[in-house]
């Protein structure tokens, strides 16, 4: 279905601006194209992380015409669920002050790594909507 096409597309754009806007700033200017309060506050924050592993979930799901199922969009939604995951754990630290196992070792990988993970998610995204019909994007 092209609507998760799209979808995909620009939740995984920003998220990974969201994700990745503090260290980009100064380097690529990025507030001069997006606000970089809105994508500091934490409700934009956790509402475009839960679109965003959502709409990831859906790419597994729904597939375009003449594609082929789960191989067609694989990173795309791989990145969708990361990116998704990365912001509701940033907005979870955020608001609870008790730790966990678990919670720590996410904060390891994804948290530290969070302004990489949000520049692949741009890439992925910039990939995705130029080259469509190419496996695995």
Known sequence: ????????????????????????????????VFNRDLFEKTGFRIGLGIVTFVVGIFKFLAVPPADVPVVGDLLPAISGLVLGLILFLKYYQSRSDVSSPLVDGLERIFGKNSAVFGTIGIAVAVLHFLLPRILFL
Do not use: P
């Open 1 to 32: 279905m092209y609507q998760f096409y799209l979808l995909s597309v620009a939740t995984n754009l920003l998220a990974g601006v969201a994700l990745s806007i503090e260290g980009m700033d100064e380097k690529l200017h990025l507030s001069s």
